[in-house]
């Protein structure tokens, strides 16, 4: 897929050779700005750390006009036995080059694949989903909310446990500025019904449940996947 904010835009490659002995080459991202004229050209093309042929990414930008020192991608990789996400932020040269791996707070906790499942940033502000963490159940599910520090490090800051059995919450997350948005599969406590979360921003370790939508509240038969603000 592509992704376009502001004056940058960021979409995947994958290639594989027609010679079967030839491995294909990593998944990674590729990186285009526009310039004040209005044409594209490339800024950066980054192969992610612990991806291969069997992997694929998934990724977001946040990007900023008007201060494009702001301006971030972020991406998991997916499809290996231990989910990975990895920041990238500009250098001094303006390019986009590998800043932070996002370390798993719940690494040892079982899980390890869907960590990175579903994740979105926007500003100094990030959620990472982890549907496949157990959480003591089956399949609960966890989002985690991470922040820039003042000294340029990212660190996780809070964390959304999924309360019943197959709630798989973090599949699919969304933010715009501190707001946070993200989605059940089959609640097994709510007769399969996905439920959609939204939640502001208090301060890092307090934040406030704004609403809960139910799919049977809005007569729907079933959400359908997603969770982007």
Request: hydrophobic content about 30%.
């Amino acid at each position: 897929p592509c992704i376009i904010k502001g004056n940058v835009m960021v979409t995947s490659y994958y290639s594989c050779d027609p010679d079967p002995d030839i491995p294909c080459k990593h998944n990674g991202l590729v990186v285009f700005e526009r310039d004040e004229l209005g044409s594209w050209s490339q800024n950066a093309f980054m192969e992610v750390p612990g991806a291969d042929d069997k992997s694929w990414l998934v990724y977001d930008l946040t990007a900023d006009d008007n201060n494009p020192e702001m301006d971030r991608i972020v991406v998991s990789v997916a499809g290996g036995s231990n989910g990975q996400v990895h920041m990238f932020e500009r250098n001094s040269d303006g390019v986009f080059t590998h800043y932070q791996e996002i370390e798993n707070p719940d690494a040892n906790g079982g899980g390890e694949y869907g960590f990175g499942s579903g994740i979105a940033i926007d500003g100094r502000n990030l959620v990472v989903g982890n549907p496949s963490f157990p959480n003591n159940g089956n399949y609960k599910g966890t989002v985690y909310a991470v922040r820039r520090k003042s000294s340029g490090v990212w660190d996780h800051v809070y964390d959304w446990k999924g309360a019943d059995n197959n709630d798989q919450i973090g599949d699919e997350v969304g933010i715009h500025g501190n707001t946070v948005v993200f989605q059940t599969e089959r609640s097994s406590s709510d007769g399969g019904n996905n439920r959609c979360y939204l939640y502001n921003r208090i301060s890092n370790t307090n934040w406030e449940l704004i609403q809960t939508i139910n799919e049977n509240s809005l007569d729907l038969d079933t959400f359908t996947e997603g969770g982007v603000l």
